[in-house]
């Protein structure tokens, strides 16, 4: 059974800091692309952050130099890493895992909340 398992998230106050785990069982992890995504009430899911197989990163722009995004194969874990954060960066968190030759995420973990209070 595949299974991604979010942590990590919770009430920070402007200008905070988190760290979300996202532990992966049941995938040969070390050859999945990982990303997080969020979606805040009313708005689309979009992608904040991913890292390829070999560690290529990519960022949305309303997060770069603030979120960093890592993995470690052998704990079979992705992180997300958050820093300054804003109000509008409050939504629910999710991790995802594409796997090679796929055009779309295929599993995803059942999100952890971020709240940013001004």
């Known amino acids: 059974q595949v299974q991604l398992v979010e942590s990590g998230g919770g009430l920070v106050q402007d200008g905070g800091s988190l760290r979300l785990s996202c532990a992966a069982s049941g995938i040969i992890f070390s050859i999945n692309d990982m990303g997080w995504y969020r979606q805040a009430p009313g708005k689309q899911r979009e992608l904040v952050a991913s890292i390829t197989t070999g560690g290529r990163l990519n960022y949305a722009d309303s997060v770069k130099g603030r979120f960093a995004i890592s993995r470690d194969n052998a704990k079979n874990t992705v992180y997300l890493q958050m820093n300054s954060l804003r109000p509008e960066d409050t939504a629910v968190y999710y991790c995802?895992?594409?796997?090679?030759?796929?055009?779309?995420?295929?599993?995803w973990g059942q999100g952890t909340q971020v709240t940013v209070s001004s």
């Open positions: 995802a895992t594409v796997p090679r030759g796929a055009l779309v995420p295929k599993y």
